[in-house]
């Protein structure tokens, strides 16, 4: 999520539903983002080995829940663009339309490394995708660049603060930021691809999302969603039991965060 589209003007839904409130009944819900139609997509992973009960899951503004596409093997990260919605599904990344159908986007072979556990995805004004794969989530791990034409790309190859990377959200058009889930926060130049630690202490780091200058970190090991501001993070959500890829309303009131192992996803005051 989730997420920031710099320099991207859309027409915003407000959403109706209250702050704080929480929709249950998701199986490992994982990744979230607001539509232009002020809905709410959810990615659920569904079961532990189960395989293609996976979907994604709408709540419109009313907090009815549907299903939108299913079939799906784990799917995690979300992001919209152009009224599509861009999913990664454990090595692949699927192109989802609203009518419920998907395709394969970006197919294993495609990549340059083997995917191994496909991650967060986020996108650029252009549409170039984001993805990261964070490997044996302790120190191996990519972050890819799928460029609209297709090609695909490692990043920031070799980096040595690249650990396990989960989140990525890009803020600037030649800044990106990223957390690993050993908990570091990097902000990466993509001017000259370096890549430098902001934060720590994020542990099992998941999503991201950014309004102003404040960066909002998840902790899927905590069950926390942190502040981090002029050099300092503060808690604003605890209590949940996995929060994993936390996200924006489109007018940047609201963050929703799922809670995977609950099942639930909240709406709390983005402070």
């Keep these: 999520m989730?997420?920031?589209f710099f320099g991207f003007i859309v027409l915003i839904a407000s959403l109706t539903i209250n702050a704080n409130e929480t929709f249950s009944g998701f199986t490992m819900p994982e990744s979230v983002a607001e539509g232009r139609d002020g809905a709410i997509y959810v990615s659920e992973m569904g079961e532990r080995d189960v395989d293609k009960d996976g979907k994604i899951s709408r709540i419109n503004k009313e907090g009815v829940i549907t299903t939108v596409a299913e079939g799906l093997y784990d799917p995690k990260g979300i992001v919209f663009f152009n009224d599509k919605?861009?999913?990664t599904d454990r090595d692949v990344v699927l192109e989802v339309s609203m009518n419920g159908s998907w395709i394969i986007y970006a197919g294993t072979m495609a990549f340059p490394?083997?995917?191994v556990f496909l991650n967060d995805i986020d996108v650029?004004?252009?549409?170039d995708l984001y993805v990261t794969d964070t490997g044996d989530f302790e120190?191996?791990?990519?972050?890819?660049?799928i460029k609209k034409t297709g090609d695909i790309s490692v990043m920031f190859e070799n980096n040595k603060n690249i650990k396990a990377p989960n989140g990525v959200l890009p803020i600037t058009s030649d800044k990106l930021l990223l957390v690993n889930w050993t908990g570091e926060l990097l902000e990466a130049d993509l001017t000259n691809n370096e890549v430098k630690k902001i934060a720590e202490g994020f542990d099992g780091g998941d999503g991201l999302a950014y309004n102003n200058g404040t960066i909002y970190v998840s902790s899927w090991k905590r069950g926390i969603v942190?502040?981090?501001v002029n050099g300092e993070s503060t808690v604003i959500a605890e209590g949940f039991k996995a929060a994993a890829d936390i996200a924006l309303s489109?007018?940047?009131?609201?963050?929703?965060?799922?809670?995977?192992?609950?099942?639930?996803?909240?709406?709390?005051d983005a402070q």
Excluded: E, Q
């Design 226 to 228: 942190y502040k981090f």
């Design 124 to 127: 650029s004004v252009n549409g």
């Design 85 to 87: 919605l861009y999913v």
């Design 139 to 145: 120190s191996s791990g990519f972050v890819f660049l």
């Design 113 to 115: 490394k083997t995917p």
């Design 2 to 4: 989730k997420k920031t």
């Design 250 to 268: 489109l007018d940047k009131k609201k963050l929703i965060v799922p809670d995977m192992m609950s099942g639930t996803v909240t709406l709390v």
